[in-house]
């Protein structure tokens, strides 16, 4: 079965950094997928995309992260990275990975279980 495995998180301190890594493996063609992307949700709050990157390498972030985020992807490892510095407390969430198939594929998105990050002194 398609299993999407996020690792990484952790506590760091805030201004610190962390590196998250999601692996899509299984039985799915990489083709199929249109662009992964990582979620958060915090306590109390609705999920919130963080950052998307597409099939053809394009990017996308929320307000919030920009210039403190990197998504970035290995093709041939079917891996997504999410580089976080300059973290603050409010960046605190469980951290979703997310691979969304191209419509016609007919396919559901597939996400991960879930990390926590936590900024905090």
């Known amino acids: 079965q398609v299993q999407v495995v996020e690792s990484g998180g952790g506590l760091v301190q805030p201004g610190g950094s962390l590196r998250l890594s999601c692996v899509l493996s299984?039985?799915?063609?990489?083709?199929?997928?249109?662009?992964m992307s990582w979620y958060r949700q915090a306590p109390g709050k609705q999920r919130e995309l963080v950052a998307t990157i597409t099939s053809i390498g394009s990017t996308n972030y929320a307000e919030s992260v920009k210039g403190r985020f990197t998504i970035s992807e290995d093709n041939a490892k079917n891996t997504v990275f999410l580089q976080m510095n300059s973290l603050k407390p409010e960046d605190t969430a469980v951290y979703y990975c997310?691979?969304?198939?191209?419509?016609?594929?007919?396919?559901?998105?597939?996400w991960g279980q879930g990390i926590q990050v936590t900024v905090s002194s």
């Open positions: 997310n691979a969304d198939p191209y419509s016609g594929t007919g396919l559901p998105p597939y």
């Open positions: 299984g039985p799915i063609f990489s083709i199929y997928i249109s662009a």
